[in-house]
DNA sequence: CTGAAAGCGCTAACAG
DNA sequence: CTGTTAGCGCTTTCAG
C-alpha cells in the first residue's frame, strides 16, 4: 500500500489502481466492470459487487485524458460559435447537447471571434475532442476546415453552406426564408422592400436570404433596387443604423424591410420608433430566427421561425456519424422554416398564416 | 520508417515521434524546442532550426490527451453556465477567455441546466479541465463542488456567493445595485415600489438585490410590503407575467417596480404595454445587468449595469491562481455596480446621474 | 471468469 | 548541448 504523490492539500483523485487494490482485483477486472458493454459478461457478479462497492467509496471518475489517450477518442464535441452574444445558439446547442448525450458524448462550447483565425485551434489540432460543429460566417468558411478534417477530426458546419463540399453542413433554407418573408410584405401592398442585412459575402450561390428576397421581389414583378439594400453590423446596433440608411435612401422611400435576424430586427424597431414611425402603420419589418425577444418588442415581432432544435440535434447527430464511421462522411441538410406572424407587418393579427 | 496505425482515410496526426525521425533528434528534443522555456536554451540553433522544419512540414500538434496525462494539467478552463439564452455572459465568456489566454489557458463553455446535478461531471471529475467557474444560482449553491474541489480541481463560483466560504467567489455587489435602483425610484417620488424577481433562495445573507431594495426603501421611511414582491420565473416571459401579477396586487398600486434582471425587465415593459400603461409616466421600471437590449426597449431601459469585463477576467486570473498554487485559496470579490439611466423611469434624460 | 503486460503520445529526470 | 529511460492512468490483447 504506497501512497504516494500526495497533492497540495494531502488528497489525490484515486485512480483504477486504487480501486483495483481496495476491491483486490486487477485493474483491467475495474476497468471491465465499469465499462463493460452489457453483452459480455466474463464477470462474476460478486466480483462487480466487490469493485463498484470500492469504486463508489473513492468516488472514483476515470482520468478524461488518460482514457482518451488510449482510446484514440474523447467522447467530446465541441461547439465552435462566433459570440455568445445572440441567444439563437441557446436551443441549437441544447438540442445537440442532448442529441450527443443519447449517444455517450459530452458537448463543449468554444467561443471563437470570427477573424481570430481558430487561433484555439491547438485544442482542435491536438485531438481535444472528436469532432466540431462549427457556426459563423468566417468560421465556417475557414480553410483550416479541412486540415482538422484531413487530421481525423469530424467537422460539421451549422447554419452556413460550406464553400467545401467534403463538409457536412445543417443549415435551414434560409433562401425559402427569405422568399417568405418577403412574400408576407409584397402580399401586404407592399412594393418597396428594404433588405438590411449583415455583409455580403462573395460566395452568393443563390442559397441566401437575399436570393429568397429576389426571387419573392422578381415573382411580384417588382424591380430590384440595390438601394434599399443596407449592409450593416451584426448587432443590435447595427440593425438601428441600418433602418436609419434605409429611411435616408433616396428615391421612393421604403415602407417594408426584410431583416437579416431578430437580433438587427430589434434595432431597426428601436430606430424606426426614434424617428417617430409607427410600425407596422408606417414601416413593416420581418425579421429571421423567431427569437423569444421578438415576442417583446413594439411591436411583436414578425420573423421567419427556424427550428434551432432540430439544426442542434441534427448536427449533432451528424457529427457522431461521421465520428464513428471513421472517414469524413459529407451529408447536407437543409431544414424547412416558417413564417411566424406577430405584430410587425400589421395587416392580420397575430395567428399562423395560410401557408 | 515504420508507418503503422493509419487511420480509415489514410492518414494519420503526426506525433513528436514523427518530427524526431525526421529530423533526426530525439522526441525530448522536439518536446524541449517546442516547449522551450525562453530562459533555458539547451538547444543550439541548428537543431532548433530543424525541429521546427520538421514540426511545420508535418503541421505537427501536440495531443492534448497525452500531454495533459503527462503533465496532469490541461491548461483548459471551463465555464459553467446553466443557459446560453442571456447575453449577459457573453462580455463576461470574452474577457475570461482573454485574461485565460495571456497566461496560457484557454477557456471552454460548458452549459450546466439549473438542476442536473452536474451530470456532465464525469468530466469535472476526470480532470478533463484545471478548473471551473460556475454560474446559476443551483449550480452555484451545489455540495458538489466541494467535492471537485477536493478532488484538486480549482472552483470559483461567479455572481453568487458561495455558501461555502472554502470556495473562491467573484460577483458584483448586487445589494448595492439593488439600493441604486430603489433609491433611484424613490428620489423620483415613487412610494409604491414593487420588486420582480427569479425565486428567492432561503441562503438571503443580506447581499442580494432585495437586501438593497428594503435598505432604500427604509432609508425613505417607507414600509416593505411583501404583498409588492412579485416572485417568478428566470425570462422574459416571467418578466411579464411578474408585471401583471404586480399589477394586479391588492392595496394601494405600484408605481414603480425594481426588476431582477434586464432580462426579466423586457417582458415586463412589454407586458405594462399591453395593460395599456405608459412608461416612465404610468409605471417605471429598473432592470440590472446593462445589457445591450435595454437600449432598444420601448422605452429605453435604465437599470443597473454590471461590470461584467472586469467579472470575468477577475474569475480567470483567481481561478489560474488556485491552479498555480495547487491549493485552493478561496478569494471573494465584490465589484461595484452603477445606475446607467436611460428612459425607463423618466424624471431626467439619458445621461448619468449624480452618485 | 480473471490477470499480466503492453502501450496510447508526451515530458521530466537523469546521464552523458 | 542531446539522448535514454520511465511513467502519467487507462484499456486491450493475450494467456491462463
Redesign the interface.
Known sequence: MTRSRT???G???PTSADVARLADVSQTTVSQVLNGKAGITRISAETREKVIAAAARL?Y?????????RQRR?K?I?LVLP?????Y???V??AA?EAARERGY??????I?EGDGFR????L????CDGIIVAGHENCASPELR?LQ???LAVAVLQEQSPDPAISSISVDLEAGGHLATRHLVALGHRRIGHVTERLRPAANGMSRIDGYRRALAEAGLAFDPALVVVTEN???GG?TGAERLLATEGEPATAAFVYNDQLA??A??RL?ERGLLVPRDFAVVGFDGL??G????P?LTSVDSPRGTLGRLAAEVLIRAIE????MAETHRLPVRLLVRGSCGGQEPGDPPP
Open positions: 497533492q497540495a492539500d488528497s489525490r483523485a468516488g471518475t476515470p482520468n478524461h485524458a488518460a482514457r482518451s489517450l474523447t467530446l465541441a459570440t455568445l452574444d445572440n441567444p445558439f441557446s436551443d446547442v441544447n447537447q459530452a458537448v463543449t462550447v468554444m467561443p471571434r484555439a485551434s491547438s485544442l489540432q491536438g485531438a481535444a486540415l484531413a487530421r481525423g448587432s443590435m446596433a438601428a430589434v434595432g424597431l428601436a420608433r423569444a425577444v415576442g417583446f418588442t413594439a411583436p464511421a471513421g472517414s469524413p
